[in-house]
């Protein structure tokens, strides 16, 4: 036979359930603000802001110089940022597997670090094999609205804003992979055609 509960236990429950339900509905609403106000997600679609940074080899690259000519991916980062240290890994993974001398597409690391020797040395200890970029005062950065790290945006041949994404991504290098018009091994799924973007509408 079930017991009755006291009123002030019911009640108590009643609460603690009020509060569950109060707590789950904030947060799923927290989770669709900041997707909403996703500064990264807000250039879509758009003309993507045009940069010139000094690259670790001393070079001068510029987003101009890949227009009509490769799909760029940029990758905003610090030395210093956690998730960054697990993303970027994952980006030299993905790179030395797809990417190529004729490869059709270029991956531009944007560092943040105030500290050059910082960027270069996490550089070097990881064996990145992509321009690594430095953004002093964060032109670049600012130009993309960047206020999280990591942030990655890919930028097609005519220069539009294809895909961005803050915060670090457990399925990045098939998300990458199909953006870019590559053909990503997935285990279990047999291999598929790859997706085709126009770039133009």
Known sequence: MLRKLPPAQMG???LLAMFTVFITWRAKTLESEFHERDPAAALLHKKAPDF?????????????????KKNVVLSYWASWCG???????QLREFYKKFHTENSDF??????????KFAADEYARKEKLPFPILYDPGNRAADAYSVEVIPT??????????????TGLEET????????????????G???????KHDSHN
């Open 12 to 14: 108590g429950i009643l």
């Open 189 to 195: 799924v047999p291999a598929q055609e790859p997706e």
């Open 83 to 89: 998730p960054c240290r697990l993303e970027l890994p």
């Open 106 to 115: 270029e991956v531009l690391a944007i560092s943040l670090d105030d500290d």
């Open 152 to 165: 990655i945006c890919i930028v097609d041949k005519a220069g539009k804003v294809i895909y961005a994404k």
């Open 172 to 187: 990045m290098e098939i998300e990458l992979a199909v953006r870019l018009g590559l053909n990503p091994t997935i285990p």
């Open 52 to 68: 010139s940074l000094t690259s670790n080899d001393g070079r001068t690259i510029s987003l101009a110089d890949y227009r009509g």
